[in-house]
């Protein structure tokens, strides 16, 4: 992906057991660059399970994301006043199982995640989980 806007896209579903990730971007098991690309708005919204990565949402593979811009995107996950909600983690990006990343000279601003259990919550830019020793930021 080189020299593109990602702007106002949505991932957003309502129903049990289903997952929403990656607002603009979603790859599995695949190599992926990002470079020079601005996302901006991008939202995942579930309820009652997990909402990753409000623009770019990777798990598995190899990934490099340089020179981008991510402005006001979202990941959410509420409970509708239920006690069972889902886990929500990086408003910008968020990494599963990634053995290598670099992210260099990108710019973060307003991203955010939330929902109704705050301790839920992890990374309004970046969050990470299970990936390997190789990342760089």
């Given amino acids: 992906i080189l020299d593109s806007l990602f702007a106002t896209n949505q991932n957003i579903k309502y129903s049990w057991n289903t997952f929403t990730h990656g607002g603009a971007v979603a ?27 409000g623009a770019i949402y990777l798990n598995g ?4 994301v340089t020179g981008c811009r991510f402005c006001a995107n979202v990941a959410h996950a509420d409970t509708d006043g239920n006690s ?5 983690r990086g408003g910008a990006i968020h990494v599963q199982s990634v053995p290598q990343l670099l992210v260099a000279d990108c710019l973060f601003f307003t991203n955010l995640v939330y929902g109704d259990l705050a301790s839920t ?17």
């Fill in 27 to 53: 790859a599995i098991n695949a190599s992926v660059t990002v470079a020079d690309s601005i996302f901006q708005g991008n939202n995942t919204s579930t309820r009652h399970n997990d909402g990753h990565g």
């Fill in 84 to 88: 069972i909600g889902g886990f929500v």
């Fill in 121 to 137: 919550h992890l990374g309004d830019a970046i969050s990470g989980r299970q990936h390997g020793s190789q990342n760089r930021f």
């Fill in 61 to 64: 593979g190899v990934a490099t």
